[in-house]
């Protein structure tokens, strides 16, 4: 297999692709491994992509005509391929629009298609249009040209709206590929008539108007970023259908109710919230009611705190402020809870043995402080004698 390699301009490998002979016949994305396709590789620059894994299969296509096609940032749209044009992931094709064609790229074909369909349903199966073909260079030159036009629109229609006196934000502008029609997206509280705004839109840039609202999240999703949690946000890589999310999910999950952490880009509760609730719920079935009271010998213990996860409960000996706090298992919890109903009370609230208290160390008490003042012991020094005086031997002798 023949390997075109890619290098950068300081000589790091930036992308390693088969040859163009090779191109197209379910070859390995790189060298060595095994079930990554590169037919099935989506395009970095598209949003809400599905990688195909199954595009490498033989008669993958022939499974059904449905192509999935997607347009600017999250619009998607499935078309028949009645034609039988043999198309790939990242193939641009020209669409069936009313009025006229729209340009978009092929995103899935084959097996994965009817179950992608089967998230956002068409309202009928004969709404469903036709890809007419392949995109040709004429066709590219009016899509660009629309393109370059959708920022200006969208600063001039704010500008219309608010001469209008809307109460609603345009936030961004989509042209048809032939450059027939404009989509405008608006975000607003709540109705909002713009029967006059279509009419003076429609005389300045003379094309057909076609306005759509969207929610904080979907504007969000279209815009693009990065959660706190490293990765692109849910709406821009795979989400499509958003669910309602309460602050009841946060309780549940002992969150801080704290409207700067809880909320994302949108300035709307965090959708993340709602991945993980449903296991803190069951999770939360295996713990003790936090109206209980545990009575013991020594007292009557009061709800503190829980660690869902872990299993794990905090009692306290008052009420409203944490003293003499008892960290328990949910099993030990119930078993005092059962011994209180039928009048027995517990010696302790955990049924470990008891443990002899840590002894404290302060480093201010592990020595005298008066300890430097203290005079040192001067040490004798050894007084050295002469060289020339007379040793013992020498006196022994003389005495001698």
């Not at 306005?211 to 279209?222: D, F, P, T």
């Not at 990065?226 to 002992?254: H, I």
């Not at 003499?324 to 005092?336: D, F, K, M, S």
Request: glycine share 6%; aromatic share 6%.
């Amino acid at each position: 297999m023949d390997i075109e390699i890619e290098k950068d301009s300081i000589g790091q490998v930036r992308n390693v692709l088969p040859s163009e002979d090779e191109r197209g016949q379910g070859l390995p994305l790189f060298p060595g491994s095994r079930g990554l396709s590169l037919r099935g590789c989506p395009k970095q620059s598209c949003q809400l992509n599905v990688y195909d894994y199954l595009a490498d299969i033989p008669d993958n296509d022939a499974t059904t005509d449905l192509v999935e096609v997607q347009f600017k940032n999250t619009r998607k749209g499935y078309y028949h391929n009645s034609n039988r044009l043999p198309l790939e992931k990242g193939d641009i094709v020209a669409v069936e629009a009313s009025p006229g064609h729209d340009i978009g790229t092929v995103t899935l074909t084959g097996k994965l298609v009817l179950l992608q369909i089967k998230r956002t349903p068409p309202k009928s199966m004969d709404d469903i249009k036709v890809v007419y073909r392949k995109a040709r260079p004429v066709d590219m030159e009016k899509y660009e040209e629309a393109k370059a036009r959708e920022h200006d629109t969208m600063i001039r229609s704010r500008q219309i709206a608010k001469e209008l006196g809307l109460e609603m934000k345009i936030g961004d502008v989509e042209y048809q590929g032939d450059g027939n029609k404009a989509i405008f997206y608006y975000i607003a509280d709540g109705r909002v008539d713009f029967r006059q705004l279509i009419k003076v839109l429609a005389d300045v840039f003379h094309v057909r108007i076609e306005m759509k609202q969207i929610g904080a999240r979907q504007e969000a999703g279209r815009i693009g970023g990065f959660g706190p949690c490293g990765r692109e946000l849910c709406c821009t890589t795979w989400m499509k259908n958003f669910v309602s999310v309460s602050t009841t999910a946060a309780r549940y999950q002992d969150l801080s109710l704290n409207p700067q952490k809880l909320a994302g880009q949108c300035a709307k509760l965090k959708c993340c919230m709602n991945f993980e609730v449903d296991q803190y719920v069951e999770a939360s079935r295996r713990l003790p009611s936090r109206e209980l009271q545990l009575e013991t010998v020594d007292g009557t213990f009061y709800f503190f705190k829980a660690d869902i996860l872990t299993n794990m409960v905090t009692y306290s000996t008052d009420k409203r402020v944490a003293a003499n706090l008892t960290t328990i298992t949910a099993q030990r919890a119930l078993e005092v809870i059962a011994m209180n109903k039928e009048g027995q009370k517990p010696v302790a609230l955990d049924d470990k043995a008891p443990e002899a208290a840590p002894r404290t160390v302060d480093l201010a008490t592990q020595e005298d402080l008066t300890r430097f003042d203290k005079a040192k012991k001067k040490k004798k020094k050894k007084k050295k004698k002469p060289a020339d005086a007379p040793t013992d031997e020498t006196v022994n002798t003389l005495t001698s």
